[in-house]
């Protein structure tokens, strides 16, 4: 009497392990045919085990901030900039933007833009726009007007940032009070000890002296000035920034910290390699998350 059933029950067995064996031979040749091909890009966790792009949308879209840490000439990670606000936008939510590429005294002409106050030409005119601002950072602001997302102009006044080479942090209490309108509260915070800042003077071989990451300070310090004035508290604040701006949670993140010990803040490290399905181990920890991109793709300037 139960013979069938167990003839049953084995069969059943056997079609299951032939389908899972069948499955998984197909997805291996898969895995095997998208390595064989060559790769754009290739998304990480931070301490180098695969992550999709759902798990960084997911993160994002919890986060406080994200600090979108970017190669300035590499047309990936620009783009996926812009495919990161696409798919918060897909979940709902409604990110702000900010970018270290518009400084602090250009955010009257940028709002006015996004209002349709001015047209493209003028905005060109009027800002200080970085060379490679119409291939790499006007989609981004496109992208910002089409949906009705704000764009924050975070960095210092260059102006400012060179003040502080030739004079110091104690340099600003010199400037007007207009001027210090586009800086955080003084006297602003440095720590020399940051292992970014001791690097970039140890890299100088003490060339510019100690203001020399005193300047680099200041951009960081006003970057996460602008992000916390004009954050909304509901919504993901998506920055981009070099990566040196970010990575292994210091600068713009440290002076965040510094006000919002508490904040969430995401972190994506961007970085170039010809393998990117190897993560050299220098990229790894650096950030939440680490993106790496084709190091033969053209650049963008």
Known sequence: MTETPMKHLFLLLLFWVLSYGMAWCQTKAQAKSM????????????????????????????ADVVCFGELHDDAVMHWLQQELVRSLLARGAHPSLGAEMLEADDQLVVNEYLAGVVNLDKLEAAANLWPNHATDYQPLLDLAKEHGLTMTA?????????????????????????????????????????PGYDAMLTMAG??????LPMAQAI????????????????????????????????????????????LNVLTIHGDT?????????????????????????????
Not at 35 to 58: E, I, Q, S
Not at 162 to 185: C, F, I, M, R, T
Not at 232 to 259: A, C, K, M, T
């Open 35 to 62: 390595r064989d091909n060559p790769a754009a890009y290739a998304l990480y966790h931070g301490d180098g085990t695969p992550a999709t792009w759902a798990d960084l949308v997911t993160e994002a879209s919890e």
């Open 154 to 194: 975070t960095n210092v006044p260059r102006r400012y940032a060179s003040w502080v080479y030739k004079h110091g942090l104690g340099g600003l209490g010199d400037l007007s009070a207009d001027a210090q309108a586009y800086l955080p509260s003084l006297p602003v915070a440095y720590d020399p000890t940051l």
């Open 206 to 211: 003490g060339h510019g002296g100690e203001t």
């Open 219 to 262: 951009k960081d310090a006003t970057m996460a000035h602008w992000i916390l004035q004009t954050r909304s508290e509901e919504q993901p604040f998506l920055h981009v920034n070099g990566s040196y701006h970010s990575q292994d949670w210091e600068g713009i993140v440290w002076y965040l910290r510094q006000v919002h010990p508490d």
């Open 273 to 301: 390699q010809v393998d990117v399905w190897t993560p050299d181990s220098t990229a790894l920890n650096r950030a939440d998350f680490l993106l790496l991109t084709q190091a033969h793709m053209t650049r963008t300037h």
